[in-house]
């Protein structure tokens, strides 16, 4: 069965802390590793990766994958409150498996 | 403006009671789903159509129905809502599948009571 899990399942941090939230997979026929950011409303895309080791910024997230190890982070360096949100990470591969989403990382960032 | 849009965005009912849940967007996007998302569970996916005609099972179906007449719409269908149905609801696009971002649209918070 296809699985994604999330590491940690919360996190608190101060202002200006650097964090990095863990997803491993295990998908089928696996094709894409997506990060999602949901505040208190739907999920907003943040990156797709589906080569191995090619790191995608923007601002102050990043997020590299592992196809070997079977893993991904996301990196957020500088947090900011507004950065308090729950991040998902999912899994996509090819034929008719579902996509999967790990049961996300909620991250706080107090001032 | 590319969207996903969802009717209603909140909705109690009480069992038994048939409902649908309208989905849109304007993307010409093959690829839709719908998910629930529920405390301590994260996202599960119920159905997904990759084209028009074309709908298939996702992790948790039972109860549920959809259907894929045109591109642009994706209902989802309760004929019979129970209270284990009390849920977030998203719908979602995509170019494809697998290998593009999906696009959520606002969420329909459901009470079954």
Redesign the interface.
Same mark, same amino acid.
């Given at each position: 069965e296809d699985k994604v899990v999330q590491s940690p399942l919360s996190l608190v941090v101060h202002e200006g802390d650097t964090v990095t939230l863990n997803c491993s997979y295990e998908v089928t026929n696996f094709? $894409?590793l997506?990060w999602?950011k949901q505040e208190k409303?739907?999920?907003? #895309?943040l990156f797709?990766l589906?080569s191995s080791g090619i790191e995608k910024k923007s601002g102050r997230l990043s997020s590299i994958l592992d196809k070997k190890e079977l893993f991904s982070i996301l990196n957020i360096t500088a947090t900011q409150t507004g950065d308090s949100a729950v991040y998902?990470c999912?899994g996509?591969? $090819?034929g008719?498996?579902?996509?999967? #989403?790990?049961?996300?990382t909620r991250l706080s960032v107090i001032a | 403006e590319a969207q996903v849009t969802q009717n209603p965005r909140y909705l109690i009912t009480v069992t038994g009671k048939k409902l649908t849940v309208t989905c849109s967007q304007n993307m010409n996007h093959e690829y839709m789903?719908w998910?629930r998302q529920d405390p301590?569970?994260?996202? *599960?996916?119920i159905y997904?159509s990759m084209n028009v005609e074309v709908t %298939?099972k996702? %992790?948790v179906p039972e109860g549920y129905k959809v259907s894929r007449k045109e591109k642009r719409n994706f209902p989802l269908i309760l004929e019979s809502p129970s209270p284990n149905q009390t849920s977030l609801y998203?719908c979602a696009s995509a170019a494809d *599948?697998?290998?593009?971002?999906?696009?959520?649209?606002?969420?329909t918070r459901l009470t079954v009571t």
């Amino acid at each position: 069965e296809d699985k994604v899990v999330q590491s940690p399942l919360s996190l608190v941090v101060h202002e200006g802390d650097t964090v990095t939230l863990n997803c491993s997979y295990e998908v089928t026929n696996f094709r $894409s590793l997506l990060w999602y950011k949901q505040e208190k409303k739907a999920p907003t #895309f943040l990156f797709m990766l589906t080569s191995s080791g090619i790191e995608k910024k923007s601002g102050r997230l990043s997020s590299i994958l592992d196809k070997k190890e079977l893993f991904s982070i996301l990196n957020i360096t500088a947090t900011q409150t507004g950065d308090s949100a729950v991040y998902l990470c999912a899994g996509g591969g $090819s034929g008719n498996t579902p996509l999967v #989403f790990g049961k996300g990382t909620r991250l706080s960032v107090i001032a | 403006e590319a969207q996903v849009t969802q009717n209603p965005r909140y909705l109690i009912t009480v069992t038994g009671k048939k409902l649908t849940v309208t989905c849109s967007q304007n993307m010409n996007h093959e690829y839709m789903s719908w998910y629930r998302q529920d405390p301590g569970l994260g996202l *599960r996916q119920i159905y997904y159509s990759m084209n028009v005609e074309v709908t %298939d099972k996702g %992790d948790v179906p039972e109860g549920y129905k959809v259907s894929r007449k045109e591109k642009r719409n994706f209902p989802l269908i309760l004929e019979s809502p129970s209270p284990n149905q009390t849920s977030l609801y998203f719908c979602a696009s995509a170019a494809d *599948r697998g290998f593009y971002e999906q696009y959520f649209g606002p969420g329909t918070r459901l009470t079954v009571t």
